[in-house]
């Protein structure tokens, strides 16, 4: 299984329109991050993790030519502004199918509601297939994907994990028995938004506890903002098995 990070940056992305911190004006290529989304793919199967307003770059970035559906953690904006470029792969392939909780669904369905319009649709809209998802197990592309629930401030939000890999962002706090779900999983993905506390996401601290917890061999830290820090200083002091992900960074699990 090959794993992209097609984004790392939180809701802004970094840069941030018109900053001057210096994480933003970095020329390292490691301080630039997208909206999060990762693109997972096994024997001829490619799925994405979320799809924001990053979405058509990512997908020209990675040569993505073909995907076979798209898994929603939840419905925040830097999660799902991009949906309306599936155009592209919905002309190539037809109905483009999307997994998510029910009440992203029905969010989607009001923020997109052209995508779902069953009279006189605009001739370029693309058609999507929806396939919710219960806090159990489901199947794609002859894979079983299990969904660990966790709340991001009062919004339940998604992780998934895939064989031996974990990708949960958007998390504040994850009861015992979801943790349970992943416990020593060989890669896990968890968002680390800055150094301060914020009511919504883990700071660097609570993420490096939720990583003891779960205990697994490497951890990737994603949903990244300026405030953390430069990317190759804010590296040097994490534990050994601890990794800041990257836009572009590839892993084969
Ligand atoms: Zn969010
Ligand atoms: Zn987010």
Redesign the pocket.
Known sequence: MKVTFLGTGTSQGIPIIGSKHPVCLSSNSKDKRLRVSILVEWEGNTYVVDCGPDFRYQMLRAGVEKINGILFT?E?T??VMGLDDIRPFYFRQGDVSLYGHKRVLKSLKKRFDYVFKTKNRYPGAPSVILNRIKNKPFEIGGLEVLPINGR?AELQVFGFKFNDFAYLT?MKTVKDKEVEKIKNVRVLVINALRIEPHRSHFNLEEALEFIKRVNPEKAYLTHISHLLGFHDEVEKTLPENVFLAYDELQLTI
Request: no cysteine.
């Open positions: 939840h925040h830097d999660h991001h958007d």
